[in-house]
Nanobody
Framework: QVHLVESGGGLGQAGDSLRLSCAAS????????LAWFRQAPGKEREFVAS????????YYQDSVKGRFTISRDNATNTVYLQMNSLKPEDTAIYYC?????????????????WGQGTQVTVSS
């Protein structure tokens, strides 16, 4: 069973930077996708970014392009989300997810494993 643990969340002001980490307690999945989702108060969970485990192909939600960077370290089964130029609308609980058979990257229902989430709060 895959266990995911997020860390790195916290408080910040508009324009600040934060780096989130997600450690997976398993060996690398050759066909897996690692993704970050977030859920703001009163809103549904939404896709943020994803990266394929094997080749590192990346996809971002439009609202974070140019500000966020997703990356992974295959040797340690860790995925990162570097968040720069933070905005108040980035405030949410951020979740790490892993899927081994993904047809549509933004479809949360296709991801098999989820972390507990880490809170990111950005003030203006």
């Amino acid at each position: 069973q895959v266990h995911l643990v997020e860390s790195g969340g916290g408080l910040g002001q508009a324009g600040d930077s934060l780096r989130l980490s997600c450690a997976a307690s398993t060996v690398t999945f050759s066909t897996g996708v690692l993704a970050w989702f977030r859920q703001a108060p009163g809103k549904e969970r939404e896709f943020v970014a994803s990266i394929t485990w094997k080749r590192g192909r990346i996809y971002y939600q439009d609202s974070v392009k140019g500000r966020f960077t997703i990356s992974r370290d295959n040797a340690t089964n860790t995925v990162y989300l570097q968040m720069n130029s933070l905005k108040p609308e980035d405030t949410a609980i951020y979740y790490c997810a892993v899927g081994t058979t993904i047809l549509r990257l933004t479809n949360e229902d296709e991801y098999e494993y989820w972390g507990q989430g880490t809170q990111v709060t950005v003030s203006s």
